[in-house]
């Protein structure tokens, strides 16, 4: 018997399987090139998702349903509420650009955002193992799909290959790393396997052996070094609409995820896990910002940059664990979660801007298709200039506030070991600045390689706007956005 | 609004405006809003004077509200006799900024003027700002306006000269800022500076912070050895970005020192005061030799704005009353002056499109009004008595004889080396036979033109001949300061 309290933790779930079926069948009606019929559905459906959400999140309440294998609590309702609008950014953004490659020659892709997004859900809610293996499957299939739904396109089918092999390992490193945990602690559900890894009773080695595996499928979902070789090829393979798909609202998911399984499920093993950690994300640093001063192409150079950011949002995982107090470890968490948030938004914007440069039979990939586009679209050059600095760690963009509360949390008195890492943060966000800088320079020193204006459809013109409004105004008053954050988490650690 | 809101906010909401509803082809109403919005925002700072109390060293017209409070931020903004001139001279330069970039600049106008005002905004928050994180966010938010002032109206090498700004500067203060971050820390989550007064530190962690404030500060101020982007900079600018980064921007550096290091960490300030006095010594008399023999009059003002700034921190690192003032007065007069010989250059450069001395030679024939200018802030720079910039120096001189008569001889020498490489130039470039063609068809300066310089010449003359309106403000405040720094942190 199901009990009541259940259904209200998966209601936007089953709004969004719904809707993703009907909006399927709804679709063989639809006859306009461009589906307004089905991307008006599927824009409303996320927008009640999201308020939905959205009310649950504030109303802070922690449930757990269907025999403890979800959780309904605020850091997943808010990651959630995230999600389902930075989906909607993304079709928003992303439809022009179908249309133009014949990627809504059916309503594909509608149906796959939906389903990737619900994998997204199940993926930050779950509470056992399977539960968020599901989700994560869910998702990656469905972005396997979208990656190669441009049949046609050569370079579109091999990242498609390349995606699906890579992640199908790192699903499987995750599926085997969880199942050493099993053996080792009898049970799937998340709760008891930190209880039970708590005791102190089970053998350490086994523990490890899994929690190996379980960080690297971990960092292959995240996209860290050394688990970051797909990334740089399937961003620039992937059609630039589902690279902002694959880029943007998954790594909210991911985060979750990284969430319920290293702090809800294995935090006494945080001391182990610390460490793994610690090497990821100085690996990622490192290499994240020196390759991407090489590229040329504008994809690749965000695939590397977000290596590099990711492991910034790596270093405020770690640094709750140095601590031990539990006010500290909450904030060193919320700052990771801040980061994530303030990052998916900075991408969508890049990638709006990038979509929309890209016109009928021309890609817009080379850093050097945006010279001069300040003198051909102020509006939008701002847009992407405010992006830039937001990722270069800038302020006032949101993105400073992001660095400074990580690495706030990083530094602790009287600990060198920390020091050291946040000025090896610090010396890598330089090298970093370097090339979000040379973005700026294309944009408004260079002279413009064509002198056509830049054209937009009224909803990508408001939504890229209030986008990269959000990206500055974030920044002169970050502290709701921080409040919320650090409130979730510390109603998920229950502090 | 607080009056100091209204000072940095003003100039930012105009400059926003001009970005946000300018376009190439309202060039003519762009110059004009931005003209109104930097007069506005110059009067608006004018009351402050007359309110300001100047036998209190405490702050003055203080705001103060919770901004960021997760992070204890706080937006919390006040004046003292130290930074009290520097929020006056922001908006008056930025003023004349906007009158010299008027026939000038012919493209993107509206948002050459909004990037203008919004970092004369923002570098006047620097000044205003009581809280740490507040006073960094200001501090690097000025990059961004310079950069692309720089790269889009700048000369031949700009890409070169915006990047080694941004970045060079940008190393600095991400040291600063992890600095800031160890100070939230340890004084248990404050960002507030009079809480970091008061914090004891012990002698490593000073002398880590102090390094750190220096890599901040320093490459702003420039000091010798990390001054080489100044000169690059400098000659690739437009005429207003040389103007506003030599008047304003380099004391931002110097203000922090100030403001940072030597209240927070007084025990390592005195250790390394003698550090800081070699390297002033050292930017006073070698890089004032490295300017005589510049070819490029930009490079020329660039190098001596080095030595007169390694007047300002040697006056600060002697830890005396007349010193530190005298460091403060030549701030001020610097930043008269620099951005006066800066936009002297300026119009040269637009009649003739060279910066090389030699392409010149008696301009003062065709050119008189212009001349007589140009002579008055050249004698400034020199530091000749009755123009503004000899009172600074002759303090800093003084506070050096004070300290030790040898570093007072050698910064007095050092004069000139000033003299000779300013009077130098200005014999090459404008006495003389007439040089060339192009300088036989030079026009004299316009209306416009007169107007920018008459301004900054009023302000030289006012201030060389009458500076205690300038001294009395610093008084109290200095004093107050010296008191604090004198106090050792260690237990």
Redesign the interface.
């Known amino acids: 018997m199901i009990d009541k309290l259940s259904w209200i933790t998966a209601y936007p779930e089953m709004i969004l399987i719904v809707m993703a079926c009907v909006i399927a069948l709804m679709d063989l009606g639809v006859k306009t090139p461009l589906r307004g019929a089905t991307y008006g559905m599927t824009l409303a459906t996320l927008a009640v998702v999201a308020a939905l959400e959205a009310a649950y999140a504030s109303e802070g309440a922690t449930y757990y349903g269907f025999g403890n294998m979800v959780v309904s609590d605020a850091m997943g309702n808010w990651l959630k509420c995230f999600a389902a609008i930075a989906v909607m950014v993304t079709l928003v953004y992303g439809r022009p650009y179908a249309g133009q490659r014949g990627m809504l020659r059916g309503g594909e892709i509608f149906t796959l955002n939906l389903f990737s997004l619900l994998g997204m859900f199940v993926m930050i809610s779950g509470n056992n193992f399977l539960v968020l293996y599901l989700g994560l499957e869910l998702l990656t299939l469905s972005a396997y799909a979208l990656v190669a739904l441009r049949r046609d396109n050569a370079v579109a089918t091999e990242a498609a290959i390349k995606y699906f092999v890579l992640g199908a390992m790192a699903s499987g490193f995750l599926l085997y790393g969880m199942s050493m945990l099993y053996g080792a602690t009898g049970t799937l559900d998340i709760t008891a396997v930190f209880k039970a890894v708590s005791s102190g009773q089970l053998r350490h080695q086994v523990l490890i052996f899994g929690l190996v595996f379980i960080v690297a499928g971990l960092g292959f979902k995240l996209g860290v070094v050394p688990f970051h070789m797909w990334i740089p090829d399937v961003y620039q393979g992937a059609p630039t609409a589902v690279t902002l798909m694959i880029g943007g609202a998954p790594k909210l998911a991911a985060f979750a995820m990284t969430i319920r399984l290293l702090v809800e499920g294995l935090l006494p093993l945080a001391n182990d896990w610390q460490q793994m950690l610690m090497l990821l994300a100085i690996a990622s640093l490192l290499i994240g910002n020196l390759a991407a001063i090489g590229q040329t192409n504008i994809k690749r150079m965000l695939a590397f940059s977000t290596i590099s950011q990711m492991g910034f949002v790596l270093i405020g995982l770690l640094a709750g664990v140095v601590s031990g107090q539990p006010i500290a470890t909450a904030n060193a968490y919320s700052s990771s979660m801040f980061y994530v948030v303030s990052y998916v938004l900075t991408t969508l914007g890049t990638f709006g801007v990038l979509l929309l440069l890209s016109r009928e039979g021309f890609e817009s990939e080379e850093i050097a298709d945006f010279a001069g586009l300040?003198?051909r679209s102020?509006l939008y050059a701002?847009v992407m200039a405010v992006c830039m600095?937001s990722l270069a760690g800038?302020?006032?963009m949101v993105g400073?506030?992001a660095k400074?509360?990580v690495?706030?949390a990083l530094?602790?008195?009287g600990d060198t070991a920390s020091?050291s890492l946040?000025?090896f943060a610090?010396?890598m966000?330089?090298i970093g600045?370097?090339y979000y800088?040379r973005v700026?320079?294309v944009m408004?020193?260079d002279a413009p390689i064509t002198a056509s204006t830049v054209v937009a459809g009224s909803d990508v013109r408001v939504v890229l706007c209030i986008n990269g409004a959000l990206v500055l105004v974030l920044g002169l008053?970050?502290?709701g956005l921080?409040?919320l954050c650090?409130h979730a988490i510390q109603q998920m650690l229950g502090t | 609004m607080g009056m100091l809101s209204l000072a940095i906010w003003t100039p930012i909401a105009f400059g926003v405006v001009l970005?946000a509803l300018g376009?190439d082809e309202q060039a003519k109403a762009s110059r004009w809003v931005a003209f109104i919005g930097a007069l506005v925002s110059f009067l608006i700072t004018l009351p402050l004077y007359g309110q300001f109390d100047t036998t209190s060293a405490a702050m003055q017209f203080v705001e103060n509200a919770?901004?960021?409070?997760?992070?204890h931020i706080n937006y919390h903004l006040g004046l003292d006799g130290i930074s009290f001139w520097f929020v006056l001279l922001t908006a008056f330069i930025n003023l004349v900024v906007v009158i010299a970039g008027w026939e000038a600049i012919t493209s993107?106008v509206n948002?050459y003027m909004g990037a203008f005002l919004i970092l004369s905004g923002l570098m006047i928050g620097v000044f205003c700002a009581l809280d740490g994180?507040l006073f960094?966010?200001f501090f690097?938010?000025t990059?961004?306006p310079m950069?692309?002032i720089i790269?889009?109206w700048g000369g031949p090498n700009?890409?070169y000269a915006?990047?080694k700004f941004?970045?060079y500067t940008?190393?600095g203060s991400?040291?600063m800022?992890?600095a800031l971050?160890?100070l939230?820390?340890?004084s248990n989550g404050s960002f507030e500076l009079s809480t970091w007064y008061a914090l004891p530190l012990g002698k490593t962690a000073q002398t880590l912070l102090f390094f750190a404030f220096f890599a901040a500060f320093a490459v702003k101020v420039p000091m010798w050895p990390v001054h080489t982007w100044l000169p690059d900079v400098h000659v690739e600018a437009p005429t207003g970005g040389s103007a506003v980064l030599a008047a304003i921007m380099l004391k931002l550096g110097a203000y922090g020192f100030l403001r940072f290091s030597m209240p927070i960490v007084p025990d390592a300030s005195h250790e390394w005061a003698g550090m800081m006095i070699a390297l002033s010594l050292i930017a006073v008399v070698y890089v004032g030799l490295v300017a005589m023999v510049q070819q490029d009059m930009k490079k020329l003002v660039a190098y001596s704005s080095v030595a007169h700034m390694g007047f300002v921190t040697l006056g600060f690192f002697m830890f005396n009353q007349i010193g530190m003032s005298g460091g403060l007065v030549q701030m001020i007069a610097h930043g008269f002056v620099s951005g006066a010989m800066f936009l002297c250059i300026g119009v040269l450069y637009d009649r003739v499109h060279s910066r090389q001395i030699a392409d010149y030679g008696g301009v003062v024939n065709t050119m008189p009004k212009f001349a007589a200018f140009a002579l008055l802030f050249s004698m400034a720079n020199c530091g000749l008595p009755g123009t503004a910039g000899f009172v600074g120096e002759w303090m800093v001189i003084l506070g050096g004889v004070k300290f030790n008569f040898w570093i007072g001889l050698i910064a007095a020498s050092a004069l000139i080396f000033g003299a000779a490489y300013t009077l130098w130039m200005f014999k090459r470039v404008y006495l003389g036979a007439i040089g060339n063609d192009h300088v036989k068809e030079l026009l004299d300066i316009n209306a416009r033109e007169f107007l920018m310089l008459a301004l900054l010449a009023g302000a030289v003359l006012y201030m060389g001949v009458y500076p205690k309106p300038f001294t009395d403000v610093m008084d109290a405040s200095v004093a107050q300061l010296l008191k604090q720094v004198a106090v050792s942190k260690l237990n």
């Open positions: 300040n003198q102020p701002g600095f800038i302020p006032p400073f506030y400074l509360s690495l706030q530094i602790m008195p020091l946040a000025v610090v010396a966000s330089l600045a370097f800088l700026v320079k408004y020193f008053l970050p502290g921080m409040a650090s | 970005l376009n919770p901004w960021i409070e997760r992070f993107r948002q994180m960094y966010v690097e938010a990059l961004i950069y692309l790269g889009i700009k890409i915006a990047f941004f970045l940008l190393l991400l040291l800022l992890v971050i160890y939230y820390t340890q």
